[in-house]
């Protein structure tokens, strides 16, 4: 599976980005997708993750009611909606999929996840 993050950028406090993540090599729904981050110097942390037919979601309590991720699987690509960003939000945002269509118990985890981007930077400021 690959996957190309794209959407990041700098935006100022309480604005909007949309992060796109496109996906090659699988079957777009028997992939659970999600979207991870890191600030250097720390462990990624989940932020969001689908299933594979996108009726389920789980957010990191950090960000919910201000992120949603979606998926298209026609277009096999998914996406995070981020809304009211802080500065805290500042980091480098990480597409990640692992085969299955369910996350499972261990969604959040980043083990559970086998392929990712390369990353695309989030600064809010």
């Known amino acids: 599976v690959q996957l190309v993050e794209s959407g990041g950028g700098l935006v100022q406090p309480g604005g909007s980005l949309r992060l796109t993540c496109a996906h090659s090599g699988a079957t777009a729904s028997s992939v659970c997708m999600g979207w991870f981050r890191q600030a250097p110097g720390t462990e990624r942390e989940v932020v969001a993750v689908i299933s594979g037919d996108g009726d389920n979601t789980y957010y990191a309590d950090s960000v919910r009611d201000r992120f949603t991720i979606s998926r298209d699987n026609g277009k096999n690509t998914v996406y995070l909606q981020m809304n009211s960003l802080k500065p805290e939000d500042t980091d480098m945002y990480y597409c990640?999929?692992?085969?299955?269509?369910?996350?499972?118990?261990?969604?959040?985890?980043?083990?559970?996840?086998?392929?990712w981007g390369q990353g695309t930077q989030v600064t809010v400021s």
């Open positions: 990640a999929a692992t085969n299955g269509q369910s996350c499972g118990s261990r969604w959040s985890r980043q083990y559970r996840y086998g392929y």
